[in-house]
């Protein structure tokens, strides 16, 4: 991507090609859909710069490169109708050729997002993971259909709870330990979730199931 060309650039503006790091079939492994057989695009491109973020290798929109929507979409639909924008943080990217093209196949869209950047495209369940270097916008808490905290120290708990006071009362919502505190911070997960059971705990099980 790093020597694009004023037609490519037209493209990545209108959304026909998007920087994708990657593609892939899996299993979900977190949130409210664990479990459920997901094809994975993971967009290249993030300045959200979480410190334990574990795929820092997207952030470079450059380093990926840039792929039709069309050959995506079409691939994609092949393996299952479930089909997950991930980063990355995919709301930079204009994503409305891609979600059409991907409903007009029969696929079901989630995304998950920061909610640092406006939504484009049909999205037909918004998984919002607020992060404290790019906060998320009102806009995008109030369509979030889950709410997934990351919980590194003992004051995520409070930046949490600051979000799901933003979020409409369906929304589901869950603490996950981010993966290199887990064995210190599951514990405490755990007890704040007794005293506080609108919370579920979510768990990295691709890590634990060696998935991508």
Not at 146 to 163: G, M, S
Request: proline share 7%.
């Amino acid at each position: 991507m790093s020597t694009v060309n004023p037609q490519q650039q037209t493209a990545l503006q209108e959304g026909q090609m998007l920087p994708v790091m990657e593609h892939f079939y899996t299993l979900q492994g977190e949130g409210a859909h664990t479990g459920l057989a997901s094809y994975f695009i993971r967009i290249g491109g993030c300045d959200v710069g979480c410190h334990w973020c574990d795929v820092k290798e997207s952030w470079d929109a450059t380093r990926h490169p840039l792929t039709a929507i069309h050959d995506l979409a079409q691939t994609a639909a092949k393996y299952c109708k479930t089909i997950v924008l991930t980063g990355g943080e995919p709301t930079m990217w204009n994503l409305e050729p891609l979600t059409k093209q991907l409903h007009d196949l029969g696929c079901k869209i989630h995304i998950e997002t920061s909610g640092a950047y406006p939504l484009t495209g049909h999205i037909d369940w918004i998984c919002v993971s607020p992060k404290k270097t790019a906060l998320p916008r009102p806009d995008i808490l109030q369509k979030a259909n889950e709410l997934k905290c990351i919980i590194y120290n003992r004051h995520d708990f409070q930046f949490a709870e600051q979000y799901a006071a933003q979020v409409s009362p369906s929304c589901e919502l869950y603490l996950q330990p981010e993966w290199s505190k887990s064995q210190q911070i599951t514990p405490e997960i755990i007890e704040y979730i007794l005293k506080n059971p609108k919370w579920k705990i979510s768990l990295q099980t691709h890590k634990f199931l060696n998935i991508p």
